[in-house]
């Protein structure tokens, strides 16, 4: 399918193989086949600022040195797993990206370059002095994005008292 620049369309991902990029992925994979439009999976290191501690369950060696290749085999094996539950859709062709810089900025940036019709990101939920220092990359891609934003988070409803 073509957009409406006559382009290809396009969705770009953004996932920091922590846990929850299993999910993240799953739904770019999706929405891509609906829209029979290829992925453009991105991950991005930031500089480390204010020694701000990483999710506990994100590896930072997996987002430097050999990252692009980790980037690659797990959106490959994605891509495996989307085939294996869906052979009736036709698997998006997907890019991979690996960056440095301010997330939200280069995911914004990769969308605009490609003409994206949708970024997918997930979100850590981070809250109170935590998401101060770092701020919300997700809140500020919603802002910049010249399309559509879709953020995704698990399932997790808190009960009432």
């Not at 073509?2 to 999706?30: E, F, P, Q, Y």
């Not at 440095?100 to 979100?123: C, F, Q, S, Y």
């Not at 109170?128 to 559509?148: D, H, N, P, Y």
Request: proline share 3%; aromatic share 2%.
């Amino acid at each position: 399918m073509t957009n409406s620049a006559g382009a290809r369309s396009a969705v770009v991902v953004a996932i920091d193989l922590h846990k929850g990029s299993n999910l993240i992925m799953s739904r770019a994979l999706a929405q891509a086949a609906s829209m029979d439009a290829d992925v453009h999976v991105i991950c991005v290191t930031e500089p480390n600022i204010a020694n701000v501690k990483p999710p506990e369950d994100l590896d930072m060696s997996d987002l430097t040195g050999g990252g692009a290749g980790k980037i690659e085999a797990f959106a490959t094996s994605r891509v495996a797993d989307f085939k294996k539950k869906n052979p009736t859709l036709k698997a998006p062709t997907v890019r991979h990206y690996t960056e440095t810089g301010d997330a939200a900025e280069k995911i914004v940036n990769l969308a605009t370059r490609v003409n994206a019709d949708m970024v997918i990101l997930g979100t850590h939920g981070r809250t109170g002095i935590k998401r101060l220092l770092i701020g919300s990359v997700a809140e500020k891609v919603v802002r910049l994005a010249g399309c559509e934003v879709l953020v995704v988070r698990e399932k997790k409803h808190e009960q009432g008292s």
